[in-house]
């Protein structure tokens, strides 16, 4: 199946020949969605920017809104999921939730203050987040910070040889798991959005 998001047009499935489209009046959180993620039984989880998160039930291709109101009633920015099958949510007022399938669970990145979360990335057993105020990571239940970078960052992506590419407003940094950073000086001073590895 093909999932098409879009910017106020909720969410098209082109399953066959013919597209479905789900909206707010066919059971979809909100109509501005900002990504997905799959559950380990094929469910989809779909995280939108004014509703919050909807599962997309595989089986009986039906659309529930989970809540996490307790929490905060504050929209979707992103989402993953890594490969113990725990959601994570970034929300637009900057919390990191934790969704095990049955309950929410916030997770602190800082103390001082809340980073808003650009996205999130499963590598190296470890979860990457990017944001506000750099780049945190999770590893072993333990928040971390990349020392020596408070820039905002926005993407991140993967590498052969246990680093990382990490992008900011300010350019763009090599970042090895031993703890070096490195600026890349060809995009010093470039706003980097986003990286794409072509296989």
């Not at 089986?59 to 992103?78: E, F, M, P, R, W």
């Not at 939730?97 to 049955?102: P, Q």
Request: aromatic letters at 10%; hydrophobic letters at 35%; charged letters at 20%.
């Amino acid at each position: 199946n093909m999932w098409m998001a879009t910017d106020g047009d909720g969410l098209f499935m082109l399953p066959g020949q013919m597209f479905s489209r789900y909206d707010k009046n066919t059971g979809l959180a909100g109509n501005v969605v900002m990504g997905f993620a799959k559950d380990n039984r094929n469910n989809l989880y779909i995280g939108t920017k004014e509703g919050g998160l909807t599962r997309f039930n595989n089986h009986d291709k039906k659309l529930s809104v989970i809540s996490y109101s307790h929490i905060t009633k504050a929209g979707i920015n992103c989402i993953e999921r890594n490969t113990k099958g725990n959601i994570y949510i970034g929300t637009l007022d900057n919390r990191l939730l934790k969704y095990d399938g049955r309950k929410f669970e916030e997770i602190m990145l800082d103390t001082k203050q809340k980073p808003f979360i650009n996205s999130i990335t499963e590598a190296y057993n470890s979860l990457w987040i990017t944001g506000s105020s750099g780049c945190h990571y999770i590893q072993n239940g333990t928040v971390k910070k990349i020392a020596g970078l408070s820039e905002v960052t926005v993407a991140l992506l993967p590498l052969a040889d246990s680093s990382l590419l990490i992008s900011g407003m300010k350019g763009a940094y090599q970042y090895h798991l031993n703890g070096k950073l490195i600026k890349i000086d060809l995009l010093q001073n470039t706003e980097v959005l986003c990286f794409y590895r072509l296989k």
